[in-house]
């Protein structure tokens, strides 16, 4: 019988997981299925449950469950620990195992498929949510000069720049400070994209960059990507390759074959 995985969410019904694990699967021989199970709101755990007992191997997490997922695991990766939310369950022998992908996802897209080194560059991250959370150290780690975050709720950011100073060199700031603030790289991690409206920042802070990423993907490119390159950001790219990498290095921690991500993203990026 093929080993069962799947994508628990709520909503699930637009995830590309179960399309994105079926190509890895043919490309790598990996006998597995991988379906997208919608959770109750309250029924998290019991998905989890249902999911271990009839021969699941392990989940991949998404909105709202992340938070959830990190409580349940009783073994934790260090990357897990320091972002608070795991979106990787692996069913072993001796318990639960969460982990989280995201930030490897996001350093892979921008490092090996964008072509774009952070060492030495000053980031700038939106937002203070889940998913900026999880990036901050996979940020760091890649040797940037600076690592600035502006959210909305200002001591949001100003509580992360507290938690992962030690870490490396960060700041935090209300979006209003960012004029004339130079950037190498902007990341949106905000939710703003999914309601298509737009953090507010300053319009001039996108003509220096050499970078502007959204973690937000669609089939056109988001208001924010639009309004970056309108006001000069040369290089813009949205999150479906980051998508696609954190698939990766799930589908490695479960089955231990690193899959082939390019043609994936190529054939997504088709639809
Ligand atoms: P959260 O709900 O945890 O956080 C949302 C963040 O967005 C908060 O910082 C919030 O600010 C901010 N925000 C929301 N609306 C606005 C707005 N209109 N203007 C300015 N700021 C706003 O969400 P997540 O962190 O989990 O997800 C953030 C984004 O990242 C989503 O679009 C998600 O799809 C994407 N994502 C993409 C992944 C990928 O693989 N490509 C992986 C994970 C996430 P405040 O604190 O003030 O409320």
Redesign the pocket.
Same mark, same amino acid.
């Given at each position: 019988m093929s080993d069962r995985y799947a994508v628990i969410g709520n909503p699930i019904g637009h995830s590309k997981s179960p399309l994105i694990h079926a190509a890895f699967a043919r490309q790598t021989g990996q006998d597995i299925v991988y379906e997208a199970l919608l959770a109750p709101l309250d029924g998290f755990v019991q998905a989890v449950d249902a999911l271990r007992a009839n021969g699941g191997k392990g989940a991949n997490v998404t909105?709202p469950f992340?938070q959830e997922a990190f409580n349940l695991a009783v073994h934790l990766s260090e990357r897990a620990k320091l972002a608070q939310a795991v979106?990787t369950l692996i069913f072993r022998a001796d318990g639960i195992h969460g982990d989280n992908t995201?930030g490897a996802?996001?350093l892979r897209d921008i490092e090996v498929n964008l072509a774009y080194p952070l060492a030495g560059k000053r980031i700038l991250l &939106?937002?203070?949510?889940?998913?900026?959370?999880?990036v901050i150290m996979p940020l760091l780690a890649a040797h940037p000069a600076s690592l600035t975050i502006a959210?909305?709720?200002t001591s949001?950011a100003h509580d992360l720049a507290l938690q992962f100073g030690h870490w490396g060199e960060v700041s935090a700031c209300d979006y209003s400070a960012l004029d004339d603030l130079p950037f190498d790289v902007i990341i949106n991690?905000?939710?703003?994209?999914?309601?298509n409206?737009?953090?507010?920042v300053p319009d001039s802070i996108f003509s220096g960059t050499g970078l502007v990423y959204d973690?937000?993907?669609g089939k056109e490119p988001t208001l924010f990507l639009c309004h970056a390159a309108q006001n000069g950001a040369p290089c813009v790219a949205d999150?479906?390759g980051? &998508?696609v990498e954190?698939a990766a290095e799930s589908f490695y921690l479960w089955r231990g074959v690193r899959p082939d991500t390019a043609p994936v993203i190529a054939q997504l990026r088709s639809l």
């Open positions: 909105v992340k979106n995201d996802g996001l &939106l937002g203070a949510g889940g998913a900026a959370r999880g959210n909305r709720t949001r991690a905000t939710s703003s994209s999914l309601q409206d737009l953090p507010p973690m937000m993907y999150g479906l980051m &998508l954190q």
